[in-house]
């Protein structure tokens, strides 16, 4: 009778275990699901949400003065993230061969601002840096994950929207829609 009951239990409590699973694979999926829906929503052609930046002088500038007279490339990163840095050379390289045809704005999520400012004079990287209420700018550019890279046009719409690392060549070829 023990063992009946044992086995009962057993069966109660996997079933039991099983249904809170897939309950929180379920829970899951429509987080991802409303996640994609959400970065899906920011997509070419859509105007740039406002925001404003700070430079590391400390003045504040608004996102859109950056594509009154060009088109503007954002690559939203911190320190902390292995493929923004690994990034960011190529990111450099492109404002270096580019910059008096798209203007560049390397936006740091950084906690620390100063962290993003030593590390660009420490590898003597020249694009303009920038940061911002990061609060704001995640929720504004749907910030999931970084880096992310945008084009914005002279218009202030959006032409290209990725999110993930590039590398020269294909940061190229992602610059090449604003051109």
């Given amino acids: 009778m023990m063992k009946k009951l044992m086995i009962v239990l057993c069966t109660i409590l996997i079933t039991a275990v099983s249904a809170g699973c897939n309950s929180d694979a379920n829970t899951a999926a429509d987080k991802g699901a409303e996640t994609q829906a959400a970065s899906a929503q920011l997509t070419a052609g859509m105007m740039a949400p406002a925001i404003d930046l700070t430079d590391t002088e400390g003045k504040t500038i608004s996102l859109a003065s950056l594509y009154q007279d060009k088109p503007v490339y954002v690559n939203f990163w911190a320190t902390w993230c292995p493929p923004c840095v690994k990034e960011m050379p190529a990111v450099n390289a492109m404002h270096d061969k580019y910059g008096d045809k798209i203007n560049f704005a390397a936006v740091s999520v950084d906690e620390q601002f100063a962290d993003a400012k030593t590390f660009m004079t420490d590898r003597q990287l020249s694009v303009p840096l920038y940061t911002g209420d990061l609060q704001q700018l995640f929720q504004a550019y749907q910030i999931n994950g970084i880096p ?11 032409i290209f929207y990725q999110v993930g690392m590039m590398n020269e060549q294909q940061l190229e070829a992602f610059l090449q829609k604003a051109l």
């Fill in 148 to 158: 992310v890279s945008l084009l914005i046009d002279k218009g202030g719409k959006i």
